[in-house]
């Protein structure tokens, strides 16, 4: 299916809101399924390309797979951290990318961190390309205006709740107030200037904390005036996880270890969950509202409560590595942004040469045979196609 049915609700809101946008998904989509059957590995140009701009975080969030509590980047040396690639060989990618137009995401660290991220949403928007930024929203307040002027075409905030519980979960006293603050502004320069965009989406991420208070982040979302809100269920990892990739990075000769930032217990009571996600799910709102993935009752307890757990619905695999490539700050184009599997980089040749390297062919090839990898169980790529 191009749309899993789980799906369906946040792609039919989508489309009404950016319909250009959502054809372009829906083409790409039918053809990656097509390429991944017949195709040996290679794959047409990606759907979207995600941009990460920096490792440089200015949070330290408890359930961060790179600076929370058990964080891989924090581990890492100040070389690593700071690496960061230039605005001019940020823009050469756009301009190798931009025949074919993929929605480009710009994601961290912090991206609003980079020097050069509004020079580069302005960049991606002369080239006709959609645009969207993940950030945690604590330096919006500074550069509202320019946001909007920027044509940025999304804004998606991470937020776990009212004042006291977002700030205790980021680390940050004052963060909330400062984030409200900084989309209010935003909001203003839109209706100053007569502007839909960049329309503002939240971004839940469930979490043992705030999993019994999330319908906070509806009053929230009416607040601030989204236009979307999304929980995301929570990512982790068994530790015996790792000893089943380990066999698998053999293969491939890459690395699994930022895997490791996720590890630990989610401390989530599914049954609660659920009944909270009901809850929230029979309101009425003047923004769209979903949870991601969409699990019923049952899955999510599989879901939160079986050591190695694996997704039982009918299909299950990864398309990703046919539709996505991440660009990482050293240069690598990866499938994954937590496999150090690169299928090349360009520092050293063009995008469009590393997407159907003979690295990129391999990978996806024996990706299709083993339809996922055991660390990819829960990762939100396999179960957004």
Same mark, same amino acid.
Request: proline content about 5%.
């Given at each position: 299916?191009?749309?899993?049915?789980?799906?369906?609700?946040?792609?039919?809101?989508?489309?009404?809101?950016?319909?250009?946008?959502?054809?372009?998904?829906? =083409?790409? +989509?039918?053809?990656?399924?097509?390429?991944?059957?017949?195709?040996?590995?290679?794959?047409?140009?990606?759907?979207?390309?995600?941009?990460?701009?920096?490792?440089?975080?200015?949070?330290?969030?408890?359930?961060?797979?790179?600076?929370?509590?058990?964080?891989?980047?924090?581990?890492?040396?100040?070389?690593?951290?700071?690496?960061?690639?230039?605005?001019?060989?940020?823009?050469?990618?756009?301009?190798?990318?931009?025949?074919?137009?993929?929605?480009?995401?710009?994601?961290?660290?912090?991206?609003?961190?980079?020097?050069?991220?509004?020079?580069?949403?302005?960049?991606?928007?002369?080239?006709?390309?959609?645009?969207?930024?993940?950030?945690?929203?604590?330096?919006?307040?500074?550069?509202?205006?320019?946001?909007?002027?920027?044509?940025?075409?999304?804004?998606?905030?991470?937020?776990?709740?009212?004042?006291?519980?977002?700030?205790?979960?980021?680390?940050?006293?004052?963060?909330?107030?400062?984030?409200?603050?900084?989309?209010?502004?935003?909001?203003?320069?839109?209706?100053?200037?007569?502007?839909?965009?960049?329309?503002?989406?939240?971004?839940? =991420?469930?979490?043992?904390?705030?999993?019994?208070?999330?319908?906070?982040? =509806?009053?929230?979302?009416?607040?601030?005036?989204?236009?979307?809100?999304?929980?995301?269920?929570?990512?982790?990892?068994?530790?015996?996880?790792?000893?089943?990739?380990?066999?698998?990075?053999?293969?491939?000769?890459?690395?699994?270890?930022?895997?490791?930032?996720?590890?630990?217990?989610?401390?989530?009571?599914?049954?609660?969950?659920?009944?909270?996600?009901?809850?929230?799910?029979?309101?009425?709102?003047?923004?769209?509202?979903?949870?991601?993935?969409?699990?019923?009752?049952?899955?999510?307890?599989?879901?939160?409560?079986?050591?190695?757990?694996?997704?039982?619905?009918?299909?299950?695999?990864?398309?990703?590595?046919?539709?996505?490539?991440?660009?990482?700050?050293?240069?690598?184009? +990866?499938?994954?942004?937590?496999?150090?599997?690169?299928?090349?980089?360009?520092?050293?040749?063009?995008?469009?040469?590393?997407?159907?390297?003979?690295?990129?062919?391999?990978?996806? +090839?024996?990706?299709?045979?083993?339809?996922?990898?055991?660390?990819?169980? +829960?990762?939100?790529?396999?179960?957004?196609?």
């Amino acid at each position: 299916m191009l749309i899993p049915l789980r799906n369906f609700k946040r792609f039919f809101y989508k489309a009404l809101k950016q319909p250009g946008y959502a054809l372009g998904v829906f =083409t790409k +989509r039918l053809e990656a399924n097509l390429y991944r059957s017949f195709a040996e590995g290679r794959s047409g140009y990606p759907e979207a390309l995600t941009l990460f701009l920096t490792h440089r975080c200015n949070l330290h969030c408890q359930m961060c797979g790179q600076w929370g509590e058990g964080g891989v980047t924090k581990t890492q040396g100040q070389e690593y951290i700071r690496q960061e690639l230039s605005f001019d060989e940020l823009s050469a990618v756009i301009d190798n990318v931009s025949a074919f137009r993929p929605s480009v995401t710009l994601f961290g660290g912090e991206p609003f961190l980079h020097r050069d991220c509004l020079r580069l949403i302005r960049y991606i928007k002369q080239k006709n390309m959609h645009c969207l930024v993940i950030t945690n929203g604590s330096l919006i307040e500074n550069i509202a205006e320019e946001i909007v002027n920027s044509g940025l075409d999304e804004l998606n905030v991470s937020l776990d709740g009212k004042e006291e519980l977002h700030d205790r979960i980021r680390g940050m006293p004052g963060l909330f107030e400062k984030i409200v603050s900084g989309l209010k502004k935003v909001n203003y320069f839109k209706d100053q200037r007569n502007k839909e965009k960049p329309l503002i989406n939240l971004q839940c =991420t469930i979490n043992q904390q705030n999993y019994k208070y999330l319908e906070q982040m =509806t009053e929230v979302a009416l607040e601030i005036k989204a236009d979307a809100l999304t929980f995301h269920n929570l990512i982790f990892l068994e530790p015996e996880i790792l000893d089943k990739q380990k066999q698998y990075d053999t293969l491939l000769n890459c690395s699994s270890a930022d895997w490791k930032g996720f590890i630990f217990e989610p401390g989530i009571e599914p049954g609660v969950l659920y009944e909270k996600m009901r809850e929230i799910s029979s309101g009425k709102y003047s923004f769209t509202i979903d949870f991601y993935p969409n699990f019923s009752c049952k899955q999510l307890k599989r879901y939160y409560q079986e050591p190695c757990y694996t997704p039982s619905e009918p299909g299950t695999r990864c398309l990703s590595p046919w539709l996505v490539a991440y660009i990482f700050p050293d240069g690598e184009v +990866r499938p994954c942004l937590n496999f150090s599997y690169s299928f090349g980089n360009i520092k050293e040749g063009k995008f469009t040469e590393a997407w159907n390297s003979r690295k990129a062919i391999d990978y996806r +090839r024996l990706l299709k045979e083993k339809k996922i990898f055991p660390v990819c169980i +829960r990762c939100t790529e396999l179960y957004r196609y």
